[in-house]
C-alpha cells in the first residue's frame, strides 16, 4: 500500500507540473520568452566540442539505443517468466511513445526558428520523454526484480534521472527544443512510469479470481 500511494503521489506531482509548464505555454507567457532568451544565449555560447559532447548524449534518448533497451529488456523478463512486468515494460515504452505523439499533435507547438529540418512539434520533448521512461523503467526493473549485488537502488534511480536530465539539456544546447519542452517532457514521462508502476503493484497485490472461486462465489450465494 505504501508503495502504491507513492508511486500515485509521484504522477500526481508530475502530472501538476507538466499542467503548470503547459499552460504557461499555451498563455505565452513571461517563461516563452525566457524560453527563447534561453536558446538565444546558448546559440552564443555552443563550441564544436560542445556540439560533439551532446551530440553524443542526445542519441541516448534516441533510435537505436531506447529500442534497443526496450527489445532486451522484454526478451529478458519474458525469459525470466515476469510476465506481468513484462506487460508494464511494454505499456510504459510503446504507450509512451503514443502519448507523446498525442501531446504533440494537441499542443501543437512549433519548433524553435533555427530548426529547419525536423517536421514534429515542439512540446513535449520527444528525446527527453523517452530518455525518461526507458531510464526510469530500466532502473525500476532492475531495482525492484533483478536486484544487482553492490549496487544501491538510489543509485539506479540517480542514475537513471542523471541521463534524462542531459538528454534534455542536449536538447536545449543543441537548439531543437525550448527549455519548457524538456522541462514538460520531464514531467510527462516521470508521470507515466509512475502511472504503468502503479498498476503493476496494483496487479501483482491483487488476488486473482479463479473459475473454482467463481463457482464457490455462486454457490454461496444461492
Given at each position: 500500500g505504501l508503495h502504491v500511494t507513492v508511486s500515485l503521489g509521484i504522477a500526481a506531482l508530475a502530472l501538476w507540473l507538466f499542467g503548470a509548464v503547459?499552460?504557461?505555454?499555451?498563455?505565452?507567457?513571461?517563461?516563452?520568452?525566457?524560453?527563447?532568451?534561453?536558446?538565444?544565449?546558448?546559440?552564443?555560447?555552443?563550441?564544436?566540442?560542445?556540439?560533439?559532447?551532446?551530440?553524443?548524449?542526445?542519441?541516448?534518448?534516441?533510435?537505436?539505443?531506447?529500442?534497443?533497451?526496450?527489445?532486451?529488456?522484454?526478451?529478458?523478463?519474458?525469459?525470466?517468466?515476469?510476465?506481468?512486468v513484462l506487460v508494464c515494460w511494454l505499456s510504459a515504452f510503446f504507450g509512451g511513445v503514443l502519448v507523446n505523439r498525442l501531446l504533440k499533435l494537441l499542443i501543437h507547438r512549433s519548433r524553435p526558428v533555427r530548426v529547419l529540418h525536423e517536421s514534429t512539434f515542439s512540446f513535449p520533448s520527444g528525446h527527453t520523454m523517452a530518455a525518461t521512461i526507458g531510464y526510469g523503467m530500466l532502473a525500476y526493473v532492475m531495482a525492484t526484480y533483478w536486484r544487482p549485488r553492490r549496487i544501491k537502488r538510489r543509485f539506479l534511480f540517480l542514475a537513471a534521472a542523471l541521463i534524462a536530465l542531459a538528454v534534455g539539456v542536449s536538447r536545449i544546447y543543441l537548439g531543437m527544443h525550448f527549455p519548457t519542452d524538456v522541462i514538460g517532457a520531464l514531467a510527462a514521462g516521470t508521470a507515466w512510469v509512475a502511472i504503468c508502476v502503479t498498476g503493476t503493484r496494483i496487479a501483482r497485490e491483487t488476488p486473482a479470481v479463479t473459475p473454482e472461486a467463481q463457482d464457490d462465489e455462486r454457490a454461496g450465494g444461492t
Open positions: 503547459l499552460e504557461e505555454v499555451l498563455d505565452n507567457a513571461t517563461i516563452v520568452r525566457l524560453d527563447v532568451a534561453t536558446l538565444d544565449w546558448m546559440a552564443g555560447h555552443t563550441s564544436a566540442m560542445g556540439l560533439r559532447i551532446f551530440t553524443f548524449i542526445t542519441h541516448l534518448g534516441d533510435i537505436p539505443v531506447i529500442p534497443a533497451i526496450a527489445v532486451v529488456g522484454a526478451w529478458v523478463l519474458w525469459r525470466q517468466r515476469h510476465r506481468l
